[in-house]
């Protein structure tokens, strides 16, 4: 109701007297006045003072019905016009001037240039809010692909991944049947591609060339290059290309390009082209930020290498300056007290333990440099694993007099094609770790047998066990275990990376179960009865 009551045209107040409602009778009001002239006329159209009077009367009778009649008409037009004006017709209600010089002329001729300023106004806002709803409706579009790409690099971990999530994204919304990531080198001398959408692996060297052609420009004299900021059309065929390239940018700085490329007859327009160049300068940023938490994880990773290698420094002076000690102590015994045969050969005896000690210490830390450089060989031959589990049971046997050592083996185990040396190695390190987190005593046992095409082996030990949050690390280099470990274990921390590298020569994983104050389950799978793939040098 109160919206039709502001939409109801707009009239003067004496626009409800009956003259003003009904435009007939003001003409015939009009017309009245000017018949009752003319006969005012024609009776005292006589000599003398009556026929003077007369005649005057019948002539203000004549000019007021005349005037009457034309002012009305032209207030009255005045007056619609007023009504178009109120009911939203600003186009309708500019009136025609009648060039008589009066003032109801000067007021249409103001109310019309205010009337036409207006519609000017009208047309030009009418024009900023389609611009402004398309700008909206084109950042809302943008707004919510970016919002999917963020959300979908939540469970991204890895800067490869986050490309190829953001060029499929970037390919959706351009209607790519094509494209292409590319990378800028770190000494900006190249594009290097980085992923491809159903682009064929022969055209990557072609597309990184083009681009690295086109995009940078070197300065011969200096040496600098210098990156192209703007969209890079690749087809040069018609106003509308179906091939662009958008630089990515990032602070004024570009990082790489994306490549799309749509069918011969379905070329971009330039709202898809706007588009695609606001979402390339958010994809740059994503791709930023990627960059900058892997440089931060590389940090943290080399921070946490290095302070495992000042420790590992520590604990490998420590357990190589114990034996030493224990050597030249002994030795200068045997040298100025005199001694029985019998006790000299018990000293001799604990000289060589601790040499031996030693020169495992020395022979893991020389191991694990083989290994960091790959210049290990392996002499490839079938293994029967049973009797390589007794060989090393039998040998802690001695050693380890406070534990039982148990090896048990299937009847009908295939054997395992590696090296023996090596895979001795492994299992003597792993019945070590299990003796030394084993500082009470206790069973450890020896097992293999036959899973599908594998061959398992397993160590298991009755120890202090490894917390849960500190499994997934005690594969890498120089970690020991911390949160229950012992004092005066010793160990330089590089065994279980050593036997991690050399079950994957062979072609195998190692895999651990631990529960804290129950012992640890190290399993070794291994191929069975076929060559091992090797990443390492093999010499036969």
Same mark, same amino acid.
């Given at each position: 109701?109160?919206?039709?009551?502001?939409?109801?045209?707009?009239?003067?107040?004496?626009?409800?007297?009956?003259?003003?409602?009904?435009?007939?009778?003001?003409?015939?009001?009009?017309?009245?006045?000017?018949?009752?002239?003319?006969?005012?006329?024609?009776?005292?159209?006589?000599?003398?003072?009556?026929?003077?009077?007369?005649?005057?009367?019948?002539?203000?009778?004549?000019?007021?019905?005349?005037?009457?009649?034309?002012?009305?008409?032209?207030?009255?037009?005045?007056?619609?016009?007023?009504?178009?004006?109120?009911?939203?017709?600003?186009?309708?209600?500019?009136?025609?001037?009648?060039?008589?010089?009066?003032?109801?002329?000067?007021?249409?001729?103001?109310?019309?240039?205010?009337?036409?300023?207006?519609?000017?106004?009208?047309?030009?806002?009418?024009?900023?809010?389609?611009?402004?709803?398309?700008?909206?409706?084109?950042?809302?579009?943008?707004?919510?692909?970016?919002?999917?790409?963020?959300?979908?690099?939540?469970?991204?971990?890895?800067?490869?991944?986050?490309?190829?999530?953001?060029?499929?994204?970037?390919?959706?919304?351009?209607?790519?049947?094509?494209?292409?990531?590319?990378?800028?080198?770190?000494?900006?001398?190249?594009?290097?591609?980085?992923?491809?959408?159903?682009?064929?692996?022969?055209?990557?060297?072609?597309?990184?060339?083009?681009?690295?052609?086109?995009?940078?420009?070197?300065?011969?004299?200096?040496?600098?290059?210098?990156?192209?900021?703007?969209?890079?059309?690749?087809?040069?065929?018609?106003?509308?290309?179906?091939?662009?390239?958008?630089?990515?940018?990032?602070?004024?700085?570009?990082?790489?390009?994306?490549?799309?490329?749509?069918?011969?007859?379905?070329?971009?327009?330039?709202?898809?082209?706007?588009?695609?160049?606001?979402?390339?300068?958010?994809?740059?940023?994503?791709?930023?930020?990627?960059?900058?938490?892997?440089?931060?994880?590389?940090?943290?990773?080399?921070?946490?290498?290095?302070?495992?290698?000042?420790?590992?420094?520590?604990?490998?002076?420590?357990?190589?300056?114990?034996?030493?000690?224990?050597?030249?102590?002994?030795?200068?015994?045997?040298?100025?007290?005199?001694?029985?045969?019998?006790?000299?050969?018990?000293?001799?005896?604990?000289?060589?333990?601790?040499?031996?000690?030693?020169?495992?210490?020395?022979?893991?830390?020389?191991?694990?440099?083989?290994?960091?450089?790959?210049?290990?060989?392996?002499?490839?031959?079938?293994?029967? /694993? &049973? $009797?390589?589990?007794?060989?090393?049971?039998? =040998?802690? %046997?001695? !050693?380890?007099?406070?534990? #039982? +050592?148990?090896?048990?083996?299937?009847?009908?185990?295939?054997?395992?094609?590696?090296?023996?040396?090596?895979?001795?190695?492994?299992?003597?390190?792993?019945?070590?770790?299990?003796?030394?987190?084993?500082?009470?005593?206790?069973?450890?046992?020896?097992?293999?047998?036959?899973?599908?095409?594998?061959?398992?082996?397993?160590?298991?030990?009755?120890?202090?066990?490894?917390?849960?949050?500190?499994?997934?690390?005690?594969?890498?280099?120089?970690?020991?275990?911390?949160?229950?470990?012992?004092?005066?274990?010793?160990?330089?921390?590089?065994?279980?990376?050593?036997?991690?590298?050399?079950?994957?020569?062979?072609?195998?994983?190692?895999?651990?179960?631990?529960? /804290? &104050? $129950?012992?640890?389950?190290?399993?070794?799978? =291994?191929? %069975?009865? !076929?060559?091992?793939?090797? #990443? +390492?040098?093999?010499?036969?």
């Amino acid at each position: 109701m109160e919206r039709a009551a502001h939409s109801a045209p707009l009239e003067p107040p004496l626009a409800n007297l009956p003259l003003y409602r009904f435009g007939a009778l003001r003409v015939f009001a009009a017309v009245l006045l000017i018949m009752l002239g003319a006969r005012a006329a024609e009776h005292w159209l006589q000599p003398g003072p009556a026929g003077a009077i007369g005649l005057g009367l019948a002539a203000g009778g004549l000019l007021i019905g005349v005037l009457h009649l034309l002012l009305g008409r032209r207030l009255w037009a005045l007056v619609r016009a007023n009504q178009q004006v109120a009911a939203g017709e600003l186009a309708a209600a500019v009136l025609p001037v009648a060039r008589i010089g009066d003032e109801i002329d000067l007021i249409v001729a103001w109310r019309n240039y205010m009337l036409r300023r207006v519609i000017a106004v009208s047309e030009e806002n009418a024009r900023l809010y389609a611009r402004t709803d398309a700008a909206l409706h084109q950042r809302l579009r943008e707004l919510e692909i970016l919002y999917g790409v963020t959300r979908a690099l939540v469970a991204v971990p890895d800067l490869d991944g986050i490309l190829h999530l953001i060029l499929e994204r970037l390919a959706k919304a351009a209607g790519a049947r094509r494209g292409a990531m590319l990378l800028l080198t770190p000494d900006a001398g190249r594009f290097e591609m980085r992923t491809a959408f159903r682009l064929p692996h022969e055209d990557w060297a072609v597309l990184e060339a083009h681009l690295s052609q086109t995009m940078l420009q070197r300065d011969d004299a200096s040496g600098a290059v210098t990156v192209s900021c703007d969209p890079l059309v690749l087809d040069g065929a018609g106003a509308l290309p179906t091939r662009l390239c958008f630089p990515l940018q990032t602070v004024g700085r570009t990082i790489g390009a994306v490549y799309l490329e749509r069918a011969a007859d379905d070329a971009f327009d330039q709202e898809r082209m706007q588009l695609l160049s606001a979402l390339a300068d958010d994809a740059a940023l994503a791709i930023e930020r990627a960059r900058l938490a892997e440089a931060a994880a590389r940090v943290e990773a080399y921070r946490q290498a290095d302070a495992l290698k000042s420790e590992f420094l520590a604990n490998v002076s420590h357990d190589l300056k114990t034996p030493l000690t224990f050597i030249y102590g002994m030795a200068e015994l045997l040298a100025v007290r005199p001694s029985t045969e019998q006790q000299r050969a018990a000293h001799l005896r604990e000289i060589i333990a601790q040499a031996e000690r030693m020169i495992a210490m020395l022979d893991e830390l020389l191991d694990a440099a083989r290994l960091e450089g790959e210049k290990v060989s392996l002499q490839i031959e079938a293994l029967d /694993v &049973g $009797r390589l589990l007794a060989e090393v049971a039998a =040998l802690f %046997a001695d !050693r380890a007099p406070k534990h #039982r +050592l148990i090896a048990e083996a299937a009847p009908t185990l295939p054997p395992v094609l590696g090296d023996q040396r090596r895979l001795t190695q492994v299992l003597e390190n792993l019945v070590s770790n299990a003796i030394r987190y084993s500082p009470d005593g206790g069973t450890v046992t020896l097992r293999a047998w036959c899973d599908q095409d594998r061959v398992v082996i397993a160590v298991e030990d009755q120890g202090i066990g490894i917390p849960a949050e500190e499994l997934p690390r005690i594969f890498e280099r120089f970690y020991r275990v911390r949160s229950r470990e012992p004092a005066g274990i010793p160990g330089t921390g590089l065994g279980l990376a050593i036997v991690d590298q050399l079950v994957r020569a062979h072609g195998g994983t190692v895999e651990v179960r631990s529960q /804290v &104050g $129950r012992g640890s389950v190290f399993q070794v799978r =291994l191929p %069975a009865g !076929r060559p091992a793939d090797s #990443r +390492l040098r093999r010499r036969s």
